[in-house]
């Protein structure tokens, strides 16, 4: 289960609050995404990054920032400009330049009440 | 930019029958093709992939097929178990310069009943 570690698990928040989700890697990879899961959608990808200081939108970016001011590390920051925030987050990592696999985090259950 | 369809959403097999679940993609740049299997609560995780440059592969109980042409990829699990009742989720890359994006399909729940 090592290399790729999101934290919290369980996040509860208020309407209206920003939160910081985490995500953690030590696989030495260049690429970091952010996936957010609803049931039956599947896995929507939020943003993504190539290498440090730069990230892209995905498909949903609205309402989530991210920054990527070390290789290791790939926060999320879901905003009060998003309006349904509740949802499955998960973080994933992969070399860039060989096709191989994506490792996910175990992923952050937020709540917003 | 990358569209990946799945079908079905939703597979019942018996133990020991086979369960095959297909994808299409919409960019025929994409030349990765990886399947996860999540159990439930927990994160996806790789059983199987196949790259543009070969047709089908196989690992013990499961296969990918890919039909480059067609744009469409299959997971083939022979002589399913209990265990094999997850969610799995076909995806597609492709890579643009430096860019580098995975796009997922939206799952089929297979469910394998003794």
């Known amino acids: 289960d090592g290399g790729i570690t999101q934290s919290p698990k369980y996040l509860f928040r208020k309407e209206g609050q920003n939160v910081t989700l985490s995500c953690e890697q030590n696989l030495n990879h260049d690429a970091m995404y952010w996936y957010r899961q609803d049931p039956g959608q599947g896995l929507r990808l939020i943003y993504y990054s190539q290498i440090v200081n730069d990230f892209q939108k995905g498909d949903i970016a609205e309402g989530y920032s991210v920054s990527r001011e070390k290789k290791e590390s790939f926060p999320l920051t879901v905003t009060s400009a998003q309006k349904n925030p509740t949802a499955f987050y998960l973080c994933?990592?992969?070399?860039?330049?060989?096709?191989?696999?994506?490792?996910f985090g175990q992923g952050t259950r937020l709540t917003v009440v | 930019g990358e569209n990946v369809e799945q079908h079905p959403s939703t597979l019942s097999v018996q133990e020991g029958d086979s369960a095959v679940i297909k994808c299409t993609y919409s960019d025929s740049a994409s030349n990765y093709f990886p399947w996860y299997k999540q159990e439930l609560g927990k994160r996806p995780q790789l059983i199987i992939d196949i790259r543009s440059n070969v047709g089908e592969k196989k690992d013990q109980r499961i296969a990918v097929t890919l039909n480059k042409t067609a744009k469409h990829f299959s997971l083939h699990i022979t002589e399913t178990q209990p265990e094999d009742s997850a969610v799995y989720f076909c995806?597609?890359?492709?890579?643009?310069?430096?860019?580098?994006?995975?796009?997922f399909g939206t799952g089929t729940r297979l469910q394998v009943t003794l």
């Open positions: 995806a597609a890359r492709y890579s643009t310069g430096t860019a580098s994006k995975l796009t």
């Open positions: 994933a990592s992969s070399i860039i330049h060989l096709n191989t696999e994506a490792f």
